[in-house]
């Protein structure tokens, strides 16, 4: 079932939340796309000796997850991703659960929302956070 | 060969640029590691009701391209991705060609830079601006 709020039905303080958990074969599939061979994310001995000690994933995969959850959430299916700001603060390592929050802050003009962003990992660790815009489709 | 460049070689107004072109293999990579099956970027026909009109790339999938130049060019191997600021301005179809260009705009302390990261589209079209901050390992 799709699921799709109206712009309407949106309230400030309305929020949504995901668990994810995050494979190696995630990280690997990110690490292809970005033509990633030699990083700290794909390659063990790499990341050992970085200050990171094993591998982790990519930034940029983690917060992907915040489309999603907007995508598929909050406001749901045809949301148009606008604005997004990304503070990272801690690495997630690989077979890891993370949540990922997002949370009205605003209404704005022309079906636009103004929305927190937050993901933390399994032990409550802030791993980013940030806000986005996102226009509603209805 | 791996590119690293150190925080004292870097100077304010160095810059790099990466061509890719995305394909509809990357497009789908993404969608999957996302589980997204029914939207405007992986659906035909729901794209062709969109306001798109047909399918177009995930915006934090064209968005990670930076962290792609910012890890290979510019400040090179082992940087440290810190906050990211973003603007999606227009959509990237699938099978087009984008660059994504990174440049130095400021040299923070501990071995910080702040870089404008700006992605054009073929056609020269503004498709995504904003900033980074990312830390040099060297």
Chains 1, 2 share one sequence.
Request: with cysteine; net charge neutral.
């Amino acid at each position: 079932m799709i699921k799709q709020i109206s712009y309407d039905d949106i309230r400030v303080g309305d929020s949504a939340i995901m668990n994810k958990r995050i494979s190696v074969k995630d990280v690997e599939s990110f690490a292809e796309i970005l033509n990633d061979k030699d990083s700290f994310h794909v390659d063990e001995e790499v990341a050992r000796k970085s200050i990171f000690g094993k591998r982790v994933c990519h930034g940029m995969h983690i917060a992907s997850y915040i489309s999603e959850v907007t995508g598929k959430e909050l406001p749901g299916f045809g949301t148009i991703y606008l604005n997004q700001t990304l503070n990272f603060k801690t690495p997630v390592y690989l077979n890891s659960n993370i949540t990922i929050e997002v949370k009205v802050l605003e209404k704005l003009p022309r079906r636009k929302l103004r929305m927190l962003t937050v993901i933390k990992d399994e032990d409550e660790n802030l791993v980013l956070d940030g806000e986005a815009i996102v226009k509603v489709s209805k």
